[in-house]
T-cell receptor, first 114, second 119 residues
Framework: KAGVTQTPRYLIKTRGQQVTLSCSPI?????VSWYQQTPGQGLQFLFE???????NKGNFPGRFSGRQFSNSRSEMNVSTLELGDSALYLC?????????????FGPGTRLLVL | AQKITQTQPGMFVQEKEAVTLDCTYD???????LFWYKQPSSGEMIFLIY??????QNATEGRYSLNFQKARKSANLVISASQLGDSAMYFC????????????????FGQGTTLQVKP
């Protein structure tokens, strides 16, 4: 079974631009979660989608948004990029069934904002 | 309040020896799950092992075992017979509640421990 895939793997943007990152979950997984990883703040939860609905949201400004499609693929968007948005963005998918809550991560997208 | 604490920023271990990575957690939920992930320099988070709060036995997965002490709120990872490929960052994470709960899909991570295996 193919793992979680994320595109693009690397991205360079300038301040003020916007960016869209994509995540394809493991086949059959309906939950997709997004995380931001920085050296200073560590790994922080952004949001989680299940069946095209956002079920949980972390403490990030409204510039960070996401969505999920009917095939469970998810995108996250960051508008008006700031230097501090430079990070590794990880997405994870899970079955979200009792006893099968393990999240499996993709390789991440490294975003550099100049 | 920090909910996952990993007190060892960095550790060294000799190849073929066992090593324990510490993790303590804080939660008021009765139902929760504890996870360990490995992150090599490539960045991908690799799932290692899971322990549910109601599991009475310590979880084991090959060379990985989780020393779960519920009363002390600790979930230490034990790696037996270390290999050079074990050199990586290791994260302890917690999920409060079970599938379908209000915290669904949210993992809280510790700051990580960098493990270096020496030949």
């Amino acid at each position: 079974k193919a793992g979680v895939t994320q595109t693009p793997r690397y991205l360079i943007k300038t301040r003020g631009q916007q960016v869209t990152l994509s995540c394809s979950p493991i086949s059959g997984h309906r939950s997709v979660s997004w995380y931001q990883q920085t050296p200073g703040q560590g790994l922080q939860f952004l949001f989680e989608y299940f069946s095209e609905t956002q079920r949980n949201k972390g403490n990030f400004p409204g510039r960070f948004s996401g969505r999920q499609f009917s095939n469970s693929r998810s995108e996250m968007n960051v508008s008006t990029l700031e230097l501090g948005d430079s990070a590794l963005y990880l997405c994870a998918s899970s079955l979200e069934l009792a006893g099968q809550e393990t999240q499996y991560f993709g390789p991440g997208t490294r975003l550099l904002v100049l | 309040a920090q909910k996952i604490t990993q007190t060892q920023p960095g550790m060294f271990v000799q190849e073929k020896e066992a090593v324990t990575l510490d993790c303590t957690y804080d939660t008021s939920d009765q139902s929760y799950g504890l996870f360990w992930y490995k992150q090599p320099s490539s960045g991908e988070m690799i799932f290692l092992i899971y322990q549910g709060s109601y599991d009475e036995q310590n979880a084991t997965e090959g060379r990985y075992s989780l020393n779960f002490q519920k009363a002390r709120k600790s979930a230490n990872l034990v790696i037996s017979a270390s290999q050079l490929g074990d050199s990586a960052m290791y994260f302890c994470a917690m999920r409060e509640g079970l599938a379908g709960s209000s915290n669904t899909g949210k993992l809280i991570f510790g700051q990580g421990t960098t493990l270096q295996v020496k030949p």
